[in-house]
Nanobody
Framework: QVQLVESGGGLVQAGGSLRLSCATS????????MAWYLQAPGKQRELVAT???????NYADSVKGRFTISRDNTKNTVYLQMNSLKPEDAAVYYC?????????????WGQGTQVTVSS
């Protein structure tokens, strides 16, 4: 059973920083793309950032220059460094991975970690 455990969320003042972590457990052959999504109350889930197995990254326009996604392939962990946080960044953040099991590619979601930004 593959599980994604997220941590690092919390309450931060506007302009502050947080680092989210998502550690994976369980067996899979390899992890392809890792990503972070956010979902604000009453809104659809939105893509924040992605990172490929080769380290290529993409970001939503709203977080470019402020957030950095990274991964530690040895630990099978993905991180999201969030700087210069704004109240509109407040949401539940979900990590997502695409992982190979045998020759099949599956996707997995974490349970989410709450980020609250006060003004």
């Amino acid at each position: 059973q593959v599980q994604l455990v997220e941590s690092g969320g919390g309450l931060v003042q506007a302009g502050g920083s947080l680092r989210l972590s998502c550690a994976t457990s369980g067996f899979f052959f390899s992890i392809n793309t890792m990503a972070w999504y956010l979902q604000a109350p009453g809104k659809q889930r939105e893509l924040v950032a992605t990172i490929t197995s080769g380290g290529s990254t993409n970001y939503a326009d709203s977080v470019k220059g402020r957030f950095t996604i990274s991964r530690d392939n040895t630990k099978n962990t993905v991180y999201l460094q969030m700087n210069s946080l704004k109240p509109e960044d407040a949401a539940v953040y979900y990590c997502h991975i695409e992982a190979y099991r045998h020759t099949q590619l599956y996707d997995y979601w974490g349970q989410g970690t709450q980020v609250t930004v006060s003004s």
